[in-house]
């Protein structure tokens, strides 16, 4: 069994900034690239950041300079600190975690449940 857990979505007034977490649990063996996507009402679920075992970063244009993407690899973590947030963040926003399972030794994407951001005055 593997799970990713997010915390951290809430409400909050145009720029102003929150922080997401992302934990995974379970019969984990290694993590690759881990990342943030979101989807906003009547929207495709989109990209947000993406952060590799190694530290290298991707981010979508439009959160470029405003969101930052990191992780602590020895707690199977991932966060986005997202800072000047504009009503158009406002989106479930999702975890997603490439890994190889000690169990089974299969690898895949999981995906958390889903936290909702919004920003709004």
């Known amino acids: 069994q593997v799970q990713l857990v997010e915390s951290g979505g809430g409400l909050v007034q145009p720029g102003g900034s929150l922080r997401l977490s992302c934990a995974a649990s379970g019969s984990i063996f290694s993590v690759n690239v881990m990342g943030w996507y979101r989807q906003g009402s009547g929207k495709q679920r989109e990209l947000v950041a993406t952060?590799?075992?190694?530290?290298?970063?991707n981010y979508a244009d439009s959160v470029k300079s405003r969101f930052t993407i990191s992780r602590d690899n020895a707690k199977n973590t991932v966060y986005l600190q997202m800072n000047s947030l504009k009503p158009e963040d406002t989106a479930v926003y999702y975890c997603?975690?490439?890994?190889?399972?000690?169990?089974?030794?299969?690898?895949?994407?999981?995906w958390g449940q889903g936290t909702m951001v919004t920003v709004s005055s």
């Open positions: 997603n975690a490439d890994i190889l399972r000690r169990d089974s030794w299969i690898r895949r994407d999981y």
């Open positions: 952060i590799s075992s190694g530290g290298t970063t």
